[in-house]
């Protein structure tokens, strides 16, 4: 017989952060699928995890869904989801992530991409086809969540503050990268300055790219100070970070920051999150000025970095 499972339906409007939310979720530990058709949902429950698995039966899952999964009728899966329930006692809450049309559309026209509901078509055309099928799950969902002034970063808090209850001991972790010449983080807990690492921004052919690059990783790894560093910073949070979740502390922002935010902090941010997640925590990593345009004369004057070239 199929024991009782906590189960998240997640559905919504596409371009909305579907992808994001399961992401998330998956970060936190929950079994993740996309795109099952629900006919086959009892067969998923009722397939044993692999060897090895046997500690994870508490698993929550999630299941995204929208008008793209095949045989999708809304109508349709709120009875089966009802059926569910009733039948087998699962907890069962579904999520619908909404977004005003016109921030659909610049999202659309932003990445190229082509509403799924209007290949030949203007996305609006899509949107608003989607948002007349989609409409019973919206009416019966047990959590709305309107997208459209949150950013991606807001989006996975708002999924971690609403679904982390099964985990409720572990406070809700950011990584943030900053520049220190665009002022320091509000609400940052930790802040580490990474401005004694070597600076990609002198290099001409770095300049342009971010902490993401690995060639820019490569070139912050050479400083002689980097390993022994960094390396001190990961084990001080594996120790302390245990520490705060046993005080009741919710929520732990650690900011790295450098001059611009744009390369060692960025690098550094995104080494210390995958290092955090290794060791069995979700961090969620955030790069508030990434995306700035490089500024030589800041770097010059904080760093006493080397003179443009005329």
């Not at 629900?38 to 508490?58: F, K, S, W």
């Not at 690098?267 to 961090?283: C, N």
Request: proline residues 5%; hydrophobic residues 35%.
């Amino acid at each position: 017989m199929t024991q009782p499972k906590t189960i998240l339906l997640l559905s919504g409007l596409s371009g909305a952060g579907k992808t994001t939310a399961l992401k998330t979720l998956e970060d936190m530990g929950w079994e993740v699928v996309d795109n099952l058709p629900l006919v086959l949902l009892d067969r998923l429950l009722d397939t044993p995890l692999p060897e090895g698995h046997e500690g994870a039966q508490e698993r929550p899952i999630a299941l995204g869904i929208d008008a793209r999964t095949r045989g999708f009728d809304a109508n349709a899966i709120v009875q089966r989801i009802k059926a569910l329930r009733e039948r087998h006692g699962h907890d069962i809450e579904t999520l619908f992530l909404d977004c005003a049309g016109v921030e659909l559309e610049r999202r659309f026209a932003e990445t190229r991409r082509r509403h799924p509901l209007a290949q030949d078509r203007p996305a609006a055309d899509g949107i608003a086809r989607e948002r007349e099928i989609t409409e019973p799950l919206r009416r019966w969902a047990t959590h709305v969540i309107d997208t459209t002034a949150m950013s991606s970063n807001a989006l996975q808090q708002e999924i971690r503050t609403r679904f982390g209850q099964q985990r409720s001991s572990d406070p809700v972790l950011t990584i943030l990268s900053f520049g220190y010449s665009r002022g320091m983080p509000r609400n940052a807990d930790l802040v580490f300055d990474m401005r004694f690492l070597r600076n990609p921004h002198w290099d001409d052919a770095l300049r342009p790219l971010t902490g993401q690059d690995e060639r820019v990783a490569a070139y912050i790894a050479q400083d002689p100070a980097y390993e022994d560093a960094v390396g001190r910073i990961e084990q001080l949070l594996c120790v302390l970070l245990p520490r705060y979740a046993e005080g009741g502390k919710a929520y732990i922002t650690i900011a790295f920051g450098c001059t611009g935010g744009r390369h060692r902090s960025v690098h550094v941010a995104e080494r210390i999150a995958s290092h955090l997640q290794d060791a069995g925590f979700s961090p969620t990593v955030s790069h508030r000025n990434m995306e700035s345009a490089p500024q030589d004369a800041l770097e010059k004057r904080r760093t006493g970095g080397p003179k443009a070239k005329s």
